[in-house]
């Protein structure tokens, strides 16, 4: 099994940063692409930014030049650097990772969340 435990959510006033980790553990063998995605109240998840293995990035283009992400291999883990923050960008954050486990299977994972909150 495989768990995902984020951390370094919280409230902040627009125009602050935070700093979003996400650290993978238990049976696995590699890590593919790692992704942060956010859900805000009534509305359906969304893909924030993504990184692969060899380290290329995408974003979201309500998030390009404010968010970056980046991973920590032998950390197995992922970040997520969050600023010129919003008030749109309140929402809960879930990773995702994609794993090669050491049973030989290959599936992603979601984090718990962590909640973003940015007052005006």
């Known amino acids: 099994q495989v768990q995902l435990v984020e951390s370094g959510g919280g409230l902040v006033q627009a125009g602050g940063s935070l700093r979003l980790s996400c650290a993978a553990s238990?049976?696995?063998?590699?890590?593919?692409?790692m992704r942060w995605y956010c859900q805000a109240p009534g509305k359906q998840r969304e893909l924030v930014a993504t990184i692969t293995s060899g380290g290329g990035t995408n974003y979201a283009d309500s998030v390009k030049g404010r968010f970056t992400i980046s991973r920590d291999n032998a950390k197995n883990t992922v970040y997520l650097q969050m600023n010129s923050l919003e008030p749109e960008d309140t929402a809960m954050y879930y990773c995702y990772v994609d794993v090669w486990t050491t049973l030989g299977t290959y599936r992603g994972f979601w984090g718990q969340g962590t909640q973003v909150t940015v007052s005006s």
């Open positions: 238990g049976s696995i063998s590699s890590i593919n692409t």
